[in-house]
């Protein structure tokens, strides 16, 4: 017994010191130095600690902060609008309940998306993605994040092409997504829209990334010479994955950084892009 006790301790030790080599330096590394400011700042779902997320009132936030770029998620109603929200369902961030393909988008402004963060926002509707592109208007680039594809919600992928077109917004719009068949899709209906990749991480010495909910994908960057840039979780931000990633040309944001000394640590390993909920925080100041 003692000896199984014995293996089994000696193996999660193994695992946790391979797993530790695929993290960012960010744990044991000292603050960095160095003065980078090439790189840029991503307001993410607007500015997500300063406003209702994915609402007007967290874009104007981010703008306020003179992002470089703001970036929301989509989905898409009953009736074929496309909406900004995270999550599938309004459970989190509104007063209702339920899915967002399951009610038109009139159904949906009856909900109030602002209350929950706080009373100032009271009355935040759920925005359009055609709203978003109107405030936006290219003061900043505009990243659109895909996180289902047409067989979750009907035609969303050409519906937001679409939008993109109709405001002649493609030198400043940029579509990502975690689902390669996703940007493949985009890729092949209009080859002019910029792609970036999202990946959580990879795995030390495995030809495997880790994607949408820790599942493993099998990526070739040679199959995909269009995608421009990949975003990963900030955890998993090692100088290994970095280089693999500057070694084809490409460039490398981590996701999401709103702690400062975090940030300053990670500004020393090469880091393209930092996108954050605290523009106010993480900034070139």
Known sequence: ??????IIFIILLLF????FTSLSPIFYSTPATMKNNNFTITGHRGAGNLAPENTL???KEGLKYNVDRIEVDVHQTEDGKVVIMHDKTIDRTTNGKGKIKDFTYKE???FDAGSWFSDKFKGEKIPLLEEAMKLIDGKAKFVIELKDGDEYYPDIVEHVIDIIKKYNATDWCIIHSFKTGILEQVHQL???IELH???IGKLSLLPVYVSAGFAPEYY???KHPYITEYSINYLFANKS???AIHKRGKKVNVWTIDNFEKFQKLKNLGIDGFITNSPNIINRD
């Open 57 to 59: 009132s967290a874009i």
């Open 1 to 6: 017994m003692k000896k199984a006790l014995k």
């Open 197 to 199: 990749k999202l990946f």
């Open 190 to 192: 209009d080859p002019e």
């Open 241 to 243: 994955i970095i280089n």
């Open 16 to 19: 946790a010191l391979y797993v």
């Open 220 to 222: 070739s960057f040679e």
């Open 108 to 110: 949906l402004l009856k």
